[in-house]
Nanobody, 121 residues
Framework: QVQLVESGGGLVQAVGSLRLSCVVS????????MGWYRQVPGKQRELVAT???????FYADSVKGRFGISRDNNKNTVYLQMNSLKPEDTAVYYC???????????????WGQGTQVTVSS
């Protein structure tokens, strides 16, 4: 089994910053893509940022220039540095990782439980 545990969410004022962390643990042979998604009530979960194992990144247009994704492969951890936060960034943020549990098994997507980020105006 693979578990993802997020931390770092909370309440912050607009233009402030937060840093989210997500640790992947359990049966891990290889972690491919890691990323962050977010969801607000009544809307679909949307992609925020992803990073491949090789370091290539992708950002949603809404967060480009404000958010930065990084990962520490030695710690099986992915981070999301969020700067210049806006009230519209308020959401539950979910960590996602594409993990291969063993040499004999194909990779699967796993999700964390989510962490609330609230940005006040």
């Amino acid at each position: 089994q693979v578990q993802l545990v997020e931390s770092g969410g909370g309440l912050v004022q607009a233009v402030g910053s937060l840093r989210l962390s997500c640790v992947v643990s359990g049966s891990i042979f290889r972690i491919n893509r890691m990323g962050w998604y977010r969801q607000v009530p009544g809307k679909q979960r949307e992609l925020v940022a992803t990073m491949t194992s090789g370091g290539s990144t992708f950002y949603a247009d809404s967060v480009k220039g404000r958010f930065g994704i990084s990962r520490d492969n030695n710690k099986n951890t992915v981070y999301l540095q969020m700067n210049s936060l806006k009230p519209e960034d308020t959401a539950v943020y979910y960590c996602n990782a594409n993990v291969r549990s063993s040499y004999f098994v194909a990779a699967s997507d796993y999700w964390g439980q989510g962490t609330q980020v609230t940005v006040s105006s």
